[in-house]
């Protein structure tokens, strides 16, 4: 039953335990499972230098995968992050330094969000192409524009110091990639649980024929969620480049599967109308740490494809709707 | 004739309207083939020799294959993003382990088709046995596939006998090899197929698995044979591409699974399922490889591929989408 995904009416006890609430308790217990797995693998994992690397990257992934939550809780998908990340991050940073002035940086990355995300919204509503398809298009063509654009060249490059700040640096003891994460995440959770937009991104997933009689506006939700999500992927291009502090062709290249699987892990199945960023949450940090343990266990690069496209078909399998 | 029999014959007659309709797909891409080779000659004459028509169906022959086998997985309503995946694992078994001896080689084709037929039945056991979504499925067996091509041949390398890719890749007379190739796989699987009952119910469970179900055809095994038939065609592709570079490519297919729908679409065969021909996603095909290989020639920046490629993806698919909301109403489009 899909129904379970409308928030709870008020006369139920906070606490009770619905489906929905048993998928993303079974998502934090995954994390822990997995952290205690990285802990086994290495005892590193328990320094906060680690936790804190650990956090920044999960950070730009769990700020990807809020759009990509919205795009799933409609039943759709949004593959167009890894060349808005790149875009975003040369156009933005090569901008300003010919402009010489910081503000034009996050101008134009809002701008290419925007833009990215009505260019998605275009194809998916209005042209009904499936989002996978439509999307993955869209990325191949950013690519084309970011090529075309730096011309091969690595270009010129101004880094905002607040990107810098925000990727680099720290607020009290936490990095600020972490708290702007935060902000973010509350805000998602708040769109999605307390706002009119929420209840009409579950309608969608739930039924978009009974979402249409009942006089939603498909179509502005549908912008809605498209831009919401390319705006995140822009920003993170930003943080990203501030991160590095360069902007580069490919840089984005590493965001296209983990906040899927994130928003997969987190409870939300891939036919939308499901789960929330709550659970995304844990899904962000089990993908962050996943790769972590990867990576300190040595493991090629084919080896990894290979485990995140099982994990991904076993998490699908798990949380697949059967209805056939 | 009796008035029962007229009637029947009147209910056959499909509307010409309609059946141009039906035909669209295929028509306009052989249009748009003979535009774009008459474009290519006026640039460069040579094209018109039987050296320059072998290049041309050379850089044209994988995209057909793949786009074959993709569109006989689009006729039973599924989708297959595992094509390029599928096309690079292959590839790399056959360059790693294809050695220079004739019994080698035909072994390692053989395997690489079998190979093809597993990783297709891997992909139709998830899809019709698992329940999981073709687009999910196979997204997700891509990566499997690409990342197992990866772990047997990280960079590319390895090796093809100069034999084995002239059999493929050169002319006999003014024929070029590789569309002998082609209209090989297509006689020996899908005219059998097809002309089977096996295509037929391909093309009732993509029309309408329910009723397909309720007429007591098996539908899981047919949906299992066309992702099995894709994985085959797959193996051929990657078998081509093999013989056309003399090596294998960890990157090679990547291209292939967009591509490979574009050209399907492109040819007529609707994404929905049920609908299409064989001779559109090969017509396709052509009109698309041989533009991207126009624009190499043409002085087109290496740079401007990518983005031109993405447009004609683009419009191709916002075509297929105009089509389908010239269907019906908006309810229509929900109604599954």
Redesign the interface.
Known sequence: MKSASAPTPSFRLPLQITPERRRVLFSYVILLAVYAGCVAVSRDFLSWSTVRLQLVQAAFIGVIAIGETFAILIGQIDLSAPWTITLSAILATNLAAQFNAQWIAFAVAIGVGVGVGLLNAIGVFALRVHSLIWTLSVNLLLQGVALIYSNAVAPTTRIPPVAGFLALGNIGPAPAAFALWAVCAAVAIGALRLSPFGRLVYAIGNRPAAALLSGVRLGRVYTAVFVASGLCSALVGLLLAGYASQAYLGMGNDYLLPPIAAVVIGGAPLTGGVGGYVGSVAGVLVVVLLQAMLVSLDVSEGARQMIFGALLLALAFAFIKRSR | MTPAESRLAALRRVPVARRLADRAGPLSCAVGLAVVVGLYALRQPLILSPFGLASLANVSVALALAAVGQSIVLLAAG?D?SIGGQITLINCVAATTMGASGLSVATVVVACLLIGLCTGAVNGL?VAY????P???T??????F???????L?RPGGAIPDGFAAALTESWGPLPLSLVLLAGAVLLVWIPVFGSPLGRYIVAVGDDAESARLSGLPVRRVELASYMLAGLFAAVAALFLAAETTSGD?GVGQIYT?NS?AAAVLGGVS?SGGRGTLIGPILGSFVLAIVMNALGVFNV?A?????????I??VV??L???R??AAGN??A???Q
């Open positions: 989708l993003l998830i698992g329940r999981v979504e687009l999910i499925a997204f997700c067996t891509a990566f499997i690409t990342g197992a091509a990866l772990v047997i990280p960890p967009m729908i994404l920046s740079f401007w591929q990518n983005f031109i490629e993405g447009l993806l683009m698919l916002g297929g989408g105009l389908l909301l908006w309810l489009l929900f109604r």
